[in-house]
């Protein structure tokens, strides 16, 4: 699905699926990104803080916890939206000309190898 890190393929090379099935499509794939990234943001603070605790440095706790979150979505993003496409099919499979389109990008990449 992904070529390179950031840069996802249009459509799926195994069954011929469009991943963008509607505009703003990718927006579920950015709260996915977002939640799991605050989450972690704050699994490690209070880590950090029980781990540290009554001498708490501060100042090393902001620094990880930002550090995390500014680099922790950038790592993350491909692994969203490929989450996302799989809970969009699980709750709204393809519609019957989506199938269709599917199939046929399916045969025409098959027929040009």
Request: charged share 15%.
């Amino acid at each position: 699905m992904f070529p390179r890190w950031v840069t996802m393929l249009a459509h799926c090379p195994r069954c011929g699926h469009r991943f963008e099935r509607d505009p703003g499509y990718w927006l579920g794939a950015v709260i996915v990104n977002t939640a799991v990234t605050f989450a972690l943001f704050i699994a490690m603070g209070l880590g950090m803080i029980l781990a540290t605790w009554p001498n708490v440095p501060w100042t090393t706790v902001l620094i990880v916890t930002l550090v995390l979150n500014g680099l922790f979505p950038l790592f993350f993003y491909p692994f969203s939206r490929t989450i996302w496409v799989a809970l969009d099919l699980a709750v709204r499979p393809l519609e019957p000309t989506e199938l269709e389109a599917a199939q046929t990008r399916r045969r025409l990449s098959d027929s040009c190898r």
